[in-house]
């Protein structure tokens, strides 16, 4: 009923409607899951932490990237599916400078993400990956 629009302020309509327009990094960490990976894996603990160290619109991207949306929901519960990250099972470790970029599916909610040995490597990948 109209009536009740007036119980919210304009940004908490906009919310409910359209998600939260800043990327809630531990509500998406509360929603993933793993395959081929652990949380406690290094390569899963750079990832969030560069997640964390993202500006806003950085993170929008990364959302983009990984989901073809640019905002969460506001919930858990409201998720369709589960945020998915996925073993690059394909890299050969035989050079640091082979390592491929990140690659995702937006159907899935999934990031495939290569085992790189150091944050900053991640970091690069991960941004170049976003942006272009």
């Not at 619109?57 to 983009?64: A, C, G, I, M, P």
């Not at 035989?94 to 490597?121: G, Q, R």
């Amino acid at each position: 009923p109209v009536e009740l629009l007036s119980l919210f302020t304009g940004e908490q309509l906009r919310d409910i409607m359209c998600g939260n327009p800043d990327i809630d990094v531990e509500l998406l960490r509360r929603v993933v899951e793993y395959e081929g990976y652990n949380e406690g894996d290094e390569v899963i603990s750079y990832f969030w932490q560069v997640l964390r160290e993202m500006t806003t619109s950085e993170r929008k991207l990364f959302l983009q990237f990984v989901w073809a949306r640019n905002r969460l929901p506001l919930k858990e519960n409201d998720f369709d599916a589960p945020f998915r990250i996925l073993k690059d099972t394909k890299v050969a470790k035989s050079d640091v400078n082979d390592y491929p970029l990140p690659s995702a599916s937006t159907c899935f909610f999934s990031l495939v993400l290569p085992e790189y040995p150091e944050k900053e490597m991640l970091k690069q990948k991960l941004l170049f990956a976003i942006e272009n």
